[in-house]
């Protein structure tokens, strides 16, 4: 009877692990190992050493296929977009595990923060003349996300040091040498932004910039799109920083293709 317990026991388990079986756990096993092509053998935290524009430049130079260029480019914003998105939920997540991340109000406030801006984007590359391509409405997507991560980065104790590179270095026009917290961050001390006196401070530089961006518009859209930014840059809690950071947002939503861009993109 034990004998027979024994290979009923065996061939239970068998069945389980049948050739069938076998195969899916390692066809699943292999997916989830699997890189993502398009990262050209490249880790995420190499990835975004470089700057989108770098990135961009070398996945069209490295891609090997033949599809269009258009269509390269957005595979690479697309990875590089995957990356920074891992990069910042890896922060999120280890911010919750030590009981350090913002508390259930402060997400609140900030997904309201990101509704308004969502609201705003859509407004904005639906109003530019002309109407935004597929790659500006990527990189739209993409530059948005600077200001989640700075949501979480904002509760680390010791920010880890942001990598130099020339798309994050300051235009002549809105210089800005500091990293700006989240429109929900505790206080800090007073950005870089407040430092430059008069018409050389550069959130006032910004913002005259977008304001005569807005006035180019047919009235019907500026207001629009002035009520709508107003829903964003109206909020208490935001800081200066983080202001000058939204407008230069706004402004590269609103310039035209063949402007010289106001300031480069943040990452």
Not at 24 to 41: E, F, M, N, T, V
Not at 60 to 78: F, G, H, M, S, Y
Not at 247 to 259: C, G
């Amino acid at each position: 009877m034990k004998q027979m317990k024994v290979w009923a026991i065996v061939g239970l388990g068998l069945s389980m692990w049948s050739p069938g079986a076998l195969a899916q756990a390692k066809s699943s096993k292999a997916r989830a190992a699997a890189p993502d092509r398009d990262q050209l053998g490249m880790t995420c935290a190499q990835i975004l050493v470089m700057s989108s524009a770098d990135w961009v430049s070398q996945f069209n130079e490295k891609a090997k296929d033949a599809a269009p260029a258009q269509q390269k480019t957005l595979r690479a914003i697309t990875v590089y977009g995957k990356c920074y998105d891992a990069r910042t939920d890896r922060l999120a997540a280890s911010l919750a595990k030590s009981g350090a991340g913002p508390l259930m109000g402060a997400r609140g406030t900030f997904r309201d923060f990101q509704q308004a801006l969502d609201a705003f984007t859509a407004k904005a590359l639906a109003a530019s003349d002309p109407p935004a391509d597929a790659v500006k409405t990527a990189n739209a997507q993409l530059y948005e996300k600077q200001f989640r991560y700075e949501f979480y980065e904002s509760y680390e104790k010791t920010p880890a040091a942001k990598p130099v590179s020339a798309a994050s270095a300051p235009a002549p026009s809105a210089s800005s040498t500091s990293s700006p917290p989240s429109p929900t961050a505790p206080p800090s001390s007073p950005a870089s932004a407040n430092s430059a006196p008069g018409a050389a401070n550069p959130v006032t530089l910004a913002k005259n910039h977008f304001g005569e961006l807005l006035d180019a518009l047919p009235e019907d859209k500026e207001h629009q799109l002035h009520a709508a930014f107003g829903d964003i840059v109206g909020r208490s809690q935001m800081t200066e920083a983080t202001r000058l950071e939204i407008y230069r947002y706004a402004i590269f939503l609103l310039e035209p293709p063949s402007a010289q861009p106001f300031s480069p993109p943040p990452f």
